[in-house]
C-alpha cells in the first residue's frame, strides 16, 4: 500500500505544475525504487489524472545477465498494474553517461510517437535534482543550469521531484516490492554517483535537508530563469530568419545568453560556461564560414547567419535508390547528379567505370558496412573520426554496389579511377558552404594514404 501522504504530495505537485494531459502517457521503468515507485505512484493516480499508461523499459546492454532479470521484472511489475509494455535494446553496449542517456531518450520518444503519448515520464527525484544544480554548478552553467530539471519540458514529465529517494523505497517498501538494483550506480567512474556517494553525504553533515535545500534554490532559479527567457526569446525573433540565426540583429548585451537559450531549445542540452565562451567566440565574427562541434549537436556559421543543428532522432532515411544516368536524384536533401555537364557548386565528384554503371546506388550505412579496398575501414568509424552528429548519420549518403560500399561523400576521397561519367553529390542548404571542411578533408585523405601505402618492401 503506497503512503497516503507520499501519494498526495505526487498528486498535488502535478496539478500545481499542470505536468499530464489526458491521454496515453509513457512511463521510464528501469526497475529501479524510482521508476517502480513511479509507476505504482500513476497507476494509482491514473483515474483521477486521465492518463493512460504505458511501460517502457530499455536495456543499455552494459550487464548481460542482469538485463534480461531486468526486463522480466519490469514485465511483471507492468502486468501487475494492467499496463503494456515496450522494450527496447541498444545497438551495442553503452559506453558513456551522455550514450546511455542518448539512447534511451531515442527509443523513449520513438515509443510516444507511436502510441500518440502526450507525454514521457521519468523516475527523477528531489534527490536527482540535487545532483543536477551540483553537476551543473561545478561546470559553471548559469542560471539556466542551476535551475535544473523542470517539471516538464520538451514532453518529459517529472512528477516525483516533490519527494526524494527515501520516499521512493517507502513506496516500494509498502508495495512489498524489491526493486532492482544496478551496481553501476556505486562506481565512482560516473560523475553523477561521486555527486551521490561523496559530495552530498558531506553536506547531509552540514543540513541533513540539504537535498531539499537544493531542490528549493532551483526552482528559485527557474523562476528567474522563466523571465529571463521571456526576453531572450524576444530577442531570439527578432533576430530569426527561417532557420537561421542573423547574428547582427543580437545585441551585444543579450548575445551569449540568447544564443545558449537557442542551443537548449534545438538540442535540450544546458551549456556550461566553456562551451558557451566557444559558442559566442564563432559568433564573435561574420567573415568567412565556421563550424562547431557542442554537446548534442552543431553550430554552423556562414558569415552573419547562425545554424543549430541539433543530434536529436532524424525522421527516417529514404529509402535506396538506383543512380541512373542522366537523372537528377534528391536523397534525404542531398542532390546526386550522374552523367551531368554543368558543374555544381560546393559539390563533391568522382568518376564512375563502366563496370559499375547501372549497379551504384544511394542509401543510408548499413550495420557492419566497411570501405572497399585496404583498408576495409568501418563506417562507424570514419563517422566517428569526423564527428559528424548522430542525428545526421542515417541521412547520410553512401554510394555501394551489391556487395561493397564504394564511396562515402564528405568522408571518403573520390575512388581513383582511370575515367569514367562524372558523379557529383551536393549537401544540403543546411549544411553549409563549407561541408567539405578541413577535419573531414583529413580523415578522408588519412583513409586515402593508408589504403594506398605499400604493406611490405619497396613497390614495383
Not at 24 to 45: H, Q, W, Y
Not at 108 to 113: I, K, M, P, Q, S
Not at 443 to 449: G, P
Request: aromatic share 4%; hydrophobic share 40%.
Amino acid at each position: 500500500m503506497i503512503p497516503s501522504a507520499i501519494r498526495a504530495t505526487v498528486r498535488d505537485y502535478i496539478r500545481a505544475h499542470r505536468i499530464f494531459t489526458p491521454g496515453p502517457v509513457v512511463v521510464a521503468v528501469s526497475g529501479g525504487a524510482d521508476s517502480t515507485a513511479l509507476l505504482l505512484i500513476l497507476a494509482e493516480l491514473a483515474d483521477e489524472l486521465g492518463v493512460v499508461i504505458h511501460v517502457a523499459h530499455f536495456d543499455h546492454r552494459t550487464r548481460p545477465k542482469q538485463s534480461a532479470e531486468d526486463a522480466d521484472f519490469v514485465a511483471r511489475l507492468a502486468n501487475r498494474v494492467g499496463a503494456p509494455i515496450r522494450v527496447g535494446r541498444a545497438e551495442r553496449p553503452t559506453k558513456t553517461e551522455d550514450a546511455a542517456r542518448t539512447a534511451r531518450y531515442d527509443f523513449l520518444r520513438r515509443a510516444a510517437t507511436e502510441i500518440g503519448a502526450t507525454a514521457i515520464a521519468t523516475g527523477h527525484t528531489r534527490d536527482d535534482q540535487a545532483e543536477t544544480v551540483l553537476l551543473h554548478l561545478a561546470r559553471g552553467s548559469g542560471v539556466a543550469g542551476l535551475a535544473g530539471m523542470r517539471p516538464l519540458r520538451d514532453g518529459i514529465a517529472r512528477p516525483l521531484l516533490a519527494i526524494g529517494r527515501r520516499d521512493t523505497l517507502a513506496v516500494c517498501r509498502g508495495a512489498r516490492i524489491r526493486p532492482r538494483t544496478d551496481p553501476t550506480n556505486r562506481s565512482l567512474r560516473f560523475a553523477r554517483n561521486r555527486v551521490r556517494l561523496k559530495i552530498l553525504p558531506e553536506l547531509a553533515k552540514i543540513n541533513p535537508r540539504a537535498s531539499e535545500a537544493i531542490a528549493r534554490f532551483a526552482a528559485a532559479a527557474a523562476e528567474l530563469q522563466t523571465e529571463d527567457d521571456l526576453d531572450l526569446r524576444r530577442a531570439l525573433a527578432r533576430a530569426r530568419d527561417n532557420d537561421a540565426i542573423v547574428i547582427a540583429n543580437l545585441e551585444a548585451s543579450v548575445r551569449g545568453r540568447a544564443l545558449a537559450l537557442a542551443w537548449r531549445d534545438a538540442t535540450g542540452r544546458v551549456l556550461g560556461a566553456r562551451h558557451r565562451e566557444a559558442l559566442e567566440h564563432l559568433t564573435a565574427t561574420q567573415e568567412g564560414s565556421r563550424s562547431l562541434d557542442l554537446p548534442a549537436g552543431r553550430a554552423i556559421r556562414e558569415y552573419g547567419l547562425l545554424r543549430i543543428v541539433g543530434d536529436r532522432p532524424a525522421d527516417k532515411s529514404d529509402s535506396a535508390t538506383l543512380i541512373e544516368f542522366g537523372r537528377e536524384i534528391i536523397w534525404n536533401d542531398w542532390r546526386i547528379v550522374l552523367g551531368g555537364s554543368a558543374r555544381t557548386n560546393g559539390a563533391q565528384e568522382a568518376l564512375v567505370p563502366k563496370n559499375l554503371l547501372r549497379t551504384l546506388v544511394v542509401r543510408d550505412r548499413h550495420r557492419g558496412d566497411r570501405m572497399a579496398g585496404r583498408p576495409q575501414k568501418k563506417l562507424q568509424d570514419l563517422f566517428t573520426d569526423a564527428k559528424i552528429p548522430a542525428s545526421q548519420r542515417s541521412r547520410w549518403p553512401v554510394i555501394a554496389s551489391e556487395d561493397k560500399v564504394w564511396w562515402v561523400p564528405g568522408l571518403t576521397e573520390p575512388p581513383k579511377t582511370a575515367g569514367g561519367a562524372r558523379l557529383a553529390v551536393a549537401a544540403p542548404a543546411h549544411f553549409g558552404n563549407d561541408l567539405w571542411d578541413t577535419r573531414v578533408r583529413q580523415v578522408a585523405s588519412k583513409v586515402d594514404s593508408v589504403g594506398t601505402r605499400p604493406r611490405k618492401g619497396p613497390s614495383n
